[in-house]
């Protein structure tokens, strides 16, 4: 049985954020764009990505990275370039045959040739014999030519080096795009990241250069005063607390402070509630904002997990222990999030009916299922959508 671990708020936002990243628009109460709000103007303006040489690199002073080819894998970049495939594949976490998309980043573990000496031109454009003659023994005798060879110094790509960022167990590509106060976007395009701008534990992420300060931004006025766009959420932090009222079709019930007793909880799902819970079982951890943006429920592994209300499959992700995680769109920008699950049965970008089954529950210790109720990514109580 699975220890149980119970679901870190910070990382599901990230991992909603980077999941609807494909979605055409999420719009938030007072029409705020989330999912199209990685150009905004409050990120510092970056420059391009430099171009590659013809072999893919490019070459800072103190590093160099690799433009990964379709269908190219760790081993087949590191024959390409003379390196060592196990070393390179350790430099990025991955293993050897992993397969890497056209357009990926890879950092290299150690120095290559410049592309004139690859070539074997010395400088004015001659044939260069020496180091032709030197490369082609070293491959008669099965080495790599970057053991004997001494290769001149790489001509650095012009501009600023850019700073390296190792990305860390929780981390997204949103969260990192905020901590640089870059646009994610830009990451991406430096990076070669997929659509899903999909990023992994222990990569190493170029941040683009800036080429100048962040405009200022104008006062943003506070909710509740006239504001119409309140200021997007970070997916790198848990959400601030605010009283948010429920639908209208649903009573009002204050949460507690602290998780109220699971014997005092509801325990079974009502067809006229606004939503359905979505597995039997008590409640077992409540919701607290900023520690537990959601409800846990207790329920034996295996135990099926269903739609709480007719929607669309969003996305279906996995988090930072590939447990898969399911986000469903239903009317009125509410979405629903199901997490600690296995075996899932359904496809991102289907509609689901109200009680559709999606997935299990995970086996744990305890065995439990983690339900979050939002307001386009803002988090609300569950409970007064789940009360009758």
Not at 140 to 149: D, F, L, M, Q, R
Not at 186 to 200: C, E, F, P, Y
């Amino acid at each position: 049985m699975t220890p149980f671990r119970p679901v870190r708020t910070p990382f599901v936002l990230a991992v909603l954020c980077t999941a609807l990243a494909g979605c055409s628009t999420l719009t938030l109460p007072g029409g705020y764009d989330l999912l199209n709000s990685g150009d905004d103007t409050a990120h510092v303006p970056t420059a391009p990505r430099p171009e590659p040489d013809a072999r893919g690199v490019i070459s800072y002073p103190n590093y160099q990275v690799a433009v990964a080819r379709p269908g190219d894998t760790i081993a087949a970049m590191a024959l390409r370039l003379g390196l060592d495939a196990s070393a390179l594949a350790r430099k990025n976490g991955l293993p050897e045959d992993a397969a890497l998309h056209g357009g990926e980043l890879i950092l290299l573990s150690s120095r290559v040739p410049d592309t004139a000496a690859a070539s074997g031109l010395a400088p004015g454009g001659t044939v260069d014999v020496a180091t032709l003659a030197g490369s082609a023994l070293d491959r008669a005798e099965g080495k790599p030519a970057s053991t004997i060879v001494t290769a001149p110094a790489p001509k650095p790509a012009s501009g600023s080096e850019p700073r390296r960022h190792v990305v860390k167990r929780g981390e997204s590509a949103y969260s990192i795009a905020r901590t640089y106060n870059v646009s994610v976007k830009a990451l991406g395009d430096w990076n070669g990241l997929d659509s899903a701008l999909t990023v992994r534990e222990g990569q190493t992420l170029l941040i683009p250069v800036a080429t100048g300060p962040a405009p200022v931004q104008p006062a943003v006025t506070a909710p509740g005063a006239g504001s119409t766009a309140p200021e997007p959420p970070s997916a790198a932090a848990p959400q601030p607390d605010e009283d948010l009222a429920p639908v209208a079709s649903a009573p009002v019930i204050e949460a507690p402070a602290e998780p109220a007793p699971a014997a005092k909880q509801q325990t079974a799902a009502s067809d006229t509630s606004r939503l359905l819970q979505p597995v039997s079982g008590k409640i077992i951890r409540g919701y607290a904002p900023g520690k537990n943006e959601g409800l846990d429920f207790g329920a034996a592994a295996g135990a099926p997990v269903r739609a709480a209300d007719a929607g669309t499959v969003a996305a279906i992700t996995r988090d930072t222990d590939q447990v898969p995680i399911l986000v469903l769109r239903h009317d009125d920008n509410l979405l629903t999030v199901y997490a600690n699950v296995d075996n899932v049965v359904v496809e991102k970008g289907t509609r689901v009916s109200r009680g559709q089954r999606l997935a299990s529950v995970r086996a744990a210790d305890p065995a439990f299922l983690h339900f979050e109720v939002r307001k386009g990514f803002e988090s609300v109580d569950p409970l007064p959508y789940l009360a009758n």
